[in-house]
């Protein structure tokens, strides 16, 4: 029995434990549950609003998943399979979209909604609500990585990247020069798989070059230039101490406290660190001074002059297939995602649109300076590997490719190669 078989019928088995919705019928307009990821309230809110807009044709209630994303991908798989018809709408994590998708547990998007929540969106959010060329989920919020600098480390480099992109070899040297340290992310956590996808698509190539195959047929990209490239980029950063001490073990909250200290000099990561900074200030644990050495970029380039593609994240909504609202919870993904919805959210909660209307929107350009550079970076951003084996490759590469300092471009790419493999066969164990 083939290594998936076996994991779709432990999924099952594990969901027939789990309840069901009850069979009670409903007093009122239907009640549509959706599940989200913890946030800072916005969700709640967006369901509010919905509720009202729908004067009375239904009503929307929320259930909080798991922090992370893995225990969210967990509870929802093993609810999916045991059939909950619970699930009216849910938010996902888009890597885990195709594994959701291949089984049939996301209702089909009709075409009429999938032009409708396609258009004025950006290119990356739809990217990674595509599965074998179809849209299966409804782009949310988007997220990426953006390159954070201090001014004055970047100006002793000589460089300005907010008017020409610099290369991970120009931060890399600048750090070093300079006695600083660089904020990546090297924890053994799925903030180190985004790095390395990041690094292998900005440099040409595709940690999977066949996503859509079977597991014994995937073809792994890592024994390539472009993870060699990646390699080099990562094994350095990590040998060389430019990531500081911390580095094997730090994760996006960690690495920005690095950059805000005084050895802080480049940083990737999300836009939260923006609104997380600016209130460190205004709660009095972080001079205002900081704010004011801040610059934003485009994601480093591997190779001068080649775009970058960096790290795309978010959420997307799917549909459960077994909810018994198909239609309302369509209707009702498509106010939740209404452009205004968006950039409240964005303005509130820190979470980027995905729409590109609304980084037009004044609240949103008040809260977010850099609210271009982001819509910009979301339209080349690369997801990471859309498959239904992604934990299995997720998991994998941070087997493989942690600590950093032991990444070296002769012998790692063959080693997650060879990993990845026989987790895919089921030849060895995660």
């Known amino acids: 029995m083939r290594r998936r078989t076996r994991s779709i019928a432990a999924t099952a088995a594990l969901a027939l434990a789990l309840p069901l919705a009850a069979c009670a019928s409903e007093s009122g307009p239907p009640t549509l549950t959706w599940y989200i990821n913890p946030d800072n309230g916005g969700q709640v809110k967006i369901a509010s609003l919905c509720t009202q807009a729908a004067k009375g044709e239904y009503r929307i209630t929320t259930e909080v998943l798991p922090r992370d994303a893995a225990s969210q991908r967990e509870q929802l798989a093993r609810r999916l399979a045991a059939k909950d018809s619970s699930i009216d709408i849910m938010s996902l994590d888009p890597p885990f979209i195709p594994e959701l998708a291949e089984p049939?547990?996301?209702?089909?998007?009709?075409?009429?909604?999938?032009?409708?929540?396609?258009?004025?969106?950006?290119?990356?959010?739809i990217d990674g609500a595509t599965w074998r060329d179809e849209?299966?989920?409804?782009?949310?919020?988007?997220?990426?990585?953006?390159?954070?600098?201090?001014?004055?480390?970047?100006?002793?480099?000589?460089?300005?990247?907010?008017?020409?992109?610099?290369?991970?070899?120009?931060?890399?040297?600048?750090?070093?020069?300079?006695?600083k340290?660089?904020?990546?992310?090297?924890?053994?956590?799925?903030?180190?798989?985004?790095?390395?996808?990041?690094?292998?698509?900005?440099?040409?190539?595709?940690?999977?070059?066949?996503?859509?195959?079977?597991?014994?047929?995937?073809?792994?990209?890592?024994?390539?230039?472009?993870?060699?490239?990646?390699?080099?980029?990562?094994?350095?950063?990590?040998?060389?101490?430019?990531?500081?001490?911390?580095?094997?073990?730090?994760d996006e909250n960690a690495t920005?406290?690095?950059?805000?200290?005084?050895?802080?000099?480049?940083?990737?990561?999300?836009?939260?660190?923006?609104?997380?900074?600016?209130?460190?200030?205004?709660?009095g644990t972080l001079d205002a001074s900081i704010v004011d050495d801040i610059g934003w970029a485009m994601y480093p380039q591997v190779d001068e002059g080649t775009d970058?593609?960096?790290?795309?994240?978010?959420?997307?909504?799917?549909?459960?297939?077994?909810?018994?609202?198909?239609?309302?919870?369509?209707?009702?993904?498509?106010?939740i995602v209404s452009p205004e919805n968006q950039a409240f959210y964005f303005a509130t909660n820190g979470n980027p649109p995905s729409s590109t209307k609304a980084y037009d929107d004044p609240q949103v350009v008040e809260a977010f300076p850099m609210a271009d550079v982001i819509r910009e970076s979301l339209e080349k951003a690369a997801p990471r590997p859309q498959t239904p084996y992604y934990n299995e490759v997720s998991t994998g590469v941070q087997e493989t490719w942690h600590p950093p300092a032991s990444v070296n471009p002769d012998t790692t790419p063959r080693e997650a190669t060879d990993f990845i493999t026989a987790v895919l066969r089921g030849e060895a164990l995660l």
């Open 104 to 125: 049939g547990f996301l209702a089909p998007i009709p075409s009429d909604v999938a032009e409708a929540v396609t258009t004025d969106v950006v290119q990356g959010a």
């Open 135 to 179: 849209l299966v989920a409804i782009p949310f919020w988007a997220n990426t990585q953006l390159l954070w600098y201090r001014k004055s480390v970047a100006e002793a480099a000589g460089l300005d990247p907010a008017k020409t992109p610099v290369t991970w070899q120009q931060i890399m040297d600048a750090a070093a020069e300079q006695d």
């Open 181 to 250: 340290f660089l904020g990546v992310q090297g924890a053994k956590a799925e903030s180190l798989t985004v790095w390395v996808n990041a690094l292998i698509e900005s440099a040409g190539g595709h940690i999977l070059e066949n996503p859509e195959a079977s597991a014994d047929e995937l073809t792994l990209g890592f024994e390539s230039d472009a993870g060699r490239k990646a390699a080099e980029i990562m094994g350095t950063i990590g040998r060389e101490g430019l990531g500081g001490p911390g580095l094997p073990t730090a």
């Open 256 to 283: 920005m406290t690095v950059f805000q200290r005084d050895r802080g000099s480049f940083m990737v990561n999300w836009p939260f660190v923006w609104s997380a900074t600016n209130a460190a200030v205004e709660d």
């Open 308 to 335: 970058a593609r960096p790290p795309y994240g978010g959420i997307n909504l799917g549909i459960g297939a077994f909810s018994t609202h198909v239609d309302l919870a369509l209707e009702a993904a498509q106010c």
